[in-house]
């Protein structure tokens, strides 16, 4: 149990557009949700958490207005990119909340062009 | 922050026992020692967590001082696939932001045939 997808698992986009991931989580119903970023050789970088049907919070240096997060529902949270530039080429990797225990999804590159 | 240090990275034969420590000589009374783990291009796994007892299950063991102030996480038998870095974090067992899972730089443990 305690699955976390995402998609796409991998995206290739050009700058100055917008890119979409989901975060579901299949087999339970998430009360927070998380988003994180990761560079090459680099650990893993908390950029927001969501509670469904609230705003998400932003960790410092974090554009909220660059990084849409949409979490409509208990298992379905979005991470949208704005106007991608290559400096956001990233792995994203989503992250769901049960309780305590977080699970994670298997990660977005996303590759901006 | 991360309140862990790890070494940066480590061998390991295969069929042998790894062993990775975790220094978290600040961590306080309600925090608990959790460890992921992340294969090349995926997701944190989820190894193992404790408070104070050693814990094990079927993945690995945990092994906590008398202190709490360090930890060690054991494979008992090492494979191929258990090559990835691992990442020890402490966080408090509740939610809210205290209970976010902040990734350090972790171990890189390379298990070589």
């Known amino acids: 149990g305690a699955v976390v997808s995402q998609h796409p698992s991998w995206v290739i986009c050009k700058s100055g557009t917008s890119v979409k991931i989901e975060c579901r989580s299949l087999?339970?119903?998430?009360?927070?949700m998380f988003w994180y970023r990761q560079f090459p050789k680099q650990s893993l970088m908390l950029m927001a958490t969501?509670?469904?049907?609230?705003?998400?919070?932003?960790e410092q240096g974090v554009e909220k207005d660059k990084f849409l997060i949409n979490h409509a529902s208990l298992t379905l949270s979005t991470l949208t990119v704005t106007s991608a530039h290559p400096e956001d080429s990233s792995f994203y990797i989503c992250?769901?909340?049960?309780?305590?225990?977080?699970?994670f999804g298997p990660g977005t590159r996303l590759t901006v062009t | 922050d991360a309140k862990t240090t790890q070494p940066t990275s480590m061998d390991c034969a295969e069929g042998r026992a790894a062993n990775l420590p975790c220094n978290h000589s600040t961590i306080s009374g309600n925090e608990y020692v959790y460890w992921y783990r992340q294969i090349h291009s995926q997701g944190p796994q989820y190894i193992i967590h404790?408070?104070?007892n050693n814990e094990t299950n079927e993945m690995a063991s945990l092994i906590i001082t008398e202190d709490r102030k360090s930890s060690t996480l054991i494979l008992p038998h090492a494979t191929l696939r258990d090559t990835a870095v691992y990442y020890c974090?402490?966080?408090?067992?509740?939610?809210?932001?205290?209970?976010?899972?902040?990734f350090g730089k972790g171990t890189k443990l390379s298990v070589k045939p």
């Open positions: 969501s509670n469904e049907g609230s705003k998400a919070t932003y």
């Open positions: 992250s769901a909340r049960m309780d305590y225990e977080q699970y």
């Open positions: 087999d339970f119903q998430a009360t927070t």
């Open positions: 404790g408070l104070k």
């Open positions: 974090i402490v966080r408090v067992g509740y939610g809210g932001s205290q209970g976010n899972l902040i």
